[in-house]
């Protein structure tokens, strides 16, 4: 079978209602402009990618504005390393697992806006908020340095 978008955004919207039978745990995603997002994001991986619907500009404002001396911080990767223990425990080192996603690898800067993001609660994930807002930004800026290293 050949998926069109229209097929693939009614199946991402509600899964079960097209493939009732699916053993997909996926509730679906009731956002048109998520789902859009998505669709852009996975034509990324297509070889022969056909025409999409255009969607919104993906550029937004960063979630936090970071003080300057914040972002200047150099990490000490040694201590990164020391402190990264309890990350690991969902974070595989070796990737994602079990919808957790990776964090190996990631901008030192695209890291510390996503930590200070979730310690600010403007990211919801209840567990990732309790971690950063447990931070000093010299930890978050030490596992910054050391998640961004190969």
Same mark, same amino acid.
């Given at each position: 079978m050949r998926?069109?978008?229209?097929?693939?955004? $009614?199946?991402?919207?509600n899964p079960r209602a097209l493939a009732s039978q699916t053993s997909m745990g996926f509730a679906g995603l009731a956002s048109k402009q998520d789902r859009a997002d998505l669709l852009a994001y996975l034509r990324l991986f297509s070889g022969n990618p056909a025409d999409l619907p255009e969607s919104a500009p993906t550029l937004s404002a960063s979630e936090v504005s970071l003080p300057a001396d914040v972002l200047a911080l150099e990490g000490d990767r040694a201590y990164g390393e020391y402190l990264a223990s309890e990350c690991l425990t969902c974070h595989q080192m070796q990737g994602s697992s079990k919808g957790v996603p990776s964090i190996t690898g990631w901008p030192q800067k695209q890291f510390l806006v996503a930590m200070h993001a979730y310690k600010q609660k403007k990211r919801p994930n209840a567990i990732m908020q309790m971690m $950063?807002?447990?931070l000093a930004d010299e930890e978050i800026a030490a596992l910054a340095a050391y998640f961004a290293s190969p």
């Open positions: 998926w069109t978008f229209e097929q693939l955004d $009614a199946y991402i919207e $950063a807002g447990r």
